[in-house]
């Protein structure tokens, strides 16, 4: 393994810097990237030829390729339920039918609940919590930053504390490994549950978020940016932007089974795949080949059903299909890149390195607090929360051994400290999948929400300072 030194953080903050001053994601991460392989070829010409290959080489990963091909795909399904009036019936069904959304508030405790409900699944509970809120937050002038906030802030929440998805699964794994090595004993699932209660970023940021909805304040760039939204959507768009979308004239287009037809079996699928690729066992599973499967699936069953009805020609899907996939061209770039950029830090060490500095620094009291700053900074810095978790989950494990810290109270420290990062960083892929699904630009959906997670984060931390104390 060789060691890089401090050169390993430049690539992170070269990234994280360009995104703020610039908000340009592509161009900050293409520009971190070829720093990176500046700095492990030596040579400004050997960075550039390693970044043009390394983009090709993401695709070797079938994990990354399915991710991709799934953003793909999933543009394809939005596009059909918005043209066959799917979206605009939803609407209509929430409001003027049932009067179950009749303000802003209600609106996002949608966006909440749905991403909350879904939690097998980080990318599709975003998208679809997305697709069936955006049209009614234009039409109740939510902001679109404001969406992304409490749509990735809800998900990554949630799915971190149910251990019943891949995140769970991959927490037992590294757990696992602690247990047979002697450092703790016990099931890693009793050990993981009881760890949950100590994921204090999680259970703060969903009372954040709902402290938000419910009270309407807003501070900081969040503000900024729901009056610069409010100050440009005119009248006639707040009051029915669901006629702006083209959408078919056929007699079938009345039906809200053409919203609920493709969304549904998308998720069905997801779990269904989940067990077959597990071998039996849900927390085994694939969880990019089982989004990948999931909206193939969705797609062959909405051309059953568009086609039959007669709302689509196959001609005719295939077209709105197409059209679907180039919308997503932009976000599946800086998906890719964004890869590659977490291969980087990888082959940089990054996370190594920052825990190698750290380690051996740690007073017994403020052992629990230093767990979440280190991957807090960690995952900022990598824009992986799992990637953190599995570094970080052994270090603090092994650290509350050596100063007599449950290791339930570092295990829940490594967890919040690694999705403060995944809120956070300009190169998460929950945060990127957040933008796309509420349409709003990636750069100011980390402006505005990097402040609320900040003090959710300083609050976090002062819980575990008093915890790491009393302990």
């Excluded at 390693?50 to 983009?55: E, H, M, Q, V």
């Excluded at 509970?125 to 049209?135: E, H, M, P, R, T």
């Excluded at 990637?387 to 050596?402: R, W, Y």
Aim: hydrophobic content about 50%; some cysteine.
């Amino acid at each position: 393994m060789h060691d890089y030194g401090i050169w390993t953080v430049i690539t992170p903050l070269v990234t994280i810097f360009l995104a703020i001053f610039t908000r340009q994601v592509i161009l900050s991460l293409l520009s971190g990237i070829i720093v990176g392989f500046i700095v492990m070829t030596h040579s400004l010409f050997g960075g550039i030829g390693a970044t043009l290959n390394g983009i090709i080489d993401t695709f070797a990963s079938p994990g990354n390729t399915r991710t991709v091909i799934f953003m793909v795909i999933t543009g394809g399904i939005m596009r059909l339920i918005v043209v066959t009036s799917g979206v605009r019936r939803l609407v209509q069904f929430l409001t003027e039918k049932n009067n179950y959304i009749t303000s802003k508030r209600s609106v996002q405790l949608l966006a909440m609940l749905v991403t909350s409900l879904i939690f097998i699944e980080s990318s599709i509970n975003q998208l679809i919590a997305g697709s069936s809120s955006k049209d009614l937050a234009r039409r109740y002038r939510v902001s679109p930053e404001k969406m992304a906030y409490i749509i990735q802030t809800s998900c990554v929440s949630v799915c971190s504390s149910v251990m019943i998805n891949g995140w769970g699964a991959a927490m037992m794994g590294v757990i696992g490994v602690q247990i047979a090595k002697g450092y703790i004993t016990g099931e890693p699932f009793e050990i993981l549950a009881r760890s949950m209660v100590w994921n204090v970023m999680a259970w703060l940021s969903l009372a954040s978020v709902l402290f938000y909805i419910i009270s309407g304040f807003a501070w900081g760039p969040m503000k900024k940016a729901e009056v610069r939204f409010n100050e440009c959507v005119e009248e006639h768009v707040s009051l029915q932007d669901e006629q702006d979308e083209e959408v078919i004239d056929h007699p079938a287009c009345n039906s809200l089974w053409n919203f609920f037809i493709p969304i549904l079996t998308t998720v069905v699928m997801v779990p269904i795949a989940l067990y077959i690729t597990g071998d039996g066992q849900f927390s085994r599973g694939s969880g990019s080949m089982s989004v990948y499967a999931g909206v193939m699936f969705g797609t062959v069953v909405s051309f059953i059903w568009f086609t039959l009805r007669g709302i689509l020609s196959v001609e005719n899907f295939f077209k709105e299909l197409y059209i679907g996939y180039a919308s997503m061209v932009k976000i599946s770039s800086v998906m890719v890149l964004a890869f590659l950029m977490g291969q980087v830090s990888a082959d940089l060490n990054t996370g190594q390195y920052i825990a190698a500095v750290t380690s051996g620094v740690i007073p017994g009291g403020v052992a629990t607090g230093f767990i979440f700053v280190i991957a807090a900074i960690m995952s900022l810095a990598t824009g992986t929360s799992w990637g953190t978790f599995a570094i970080m989950i052994p270090i603090g494990v092994q650290s509350g051994v050596s100063v007599g810290i449950p290791a339930e109270y570092m295990i829940g420290a490594a967890i919040a400290g690694s999705i403060f990062g995944d809120m956070t960083s300009p190169i998460s892929s929950d945060a990127i999948v957040a933008s796309m699904a509420t349409r709003c630009d990636h750069i100011e959906h980390i402006r505005t929400q990097f402040p609320y997670a900040l003090v959710t984060g300083l609050i976090t931390l002062l819980v575990y300072l008093v915890l790491g104390f009393s302990a």
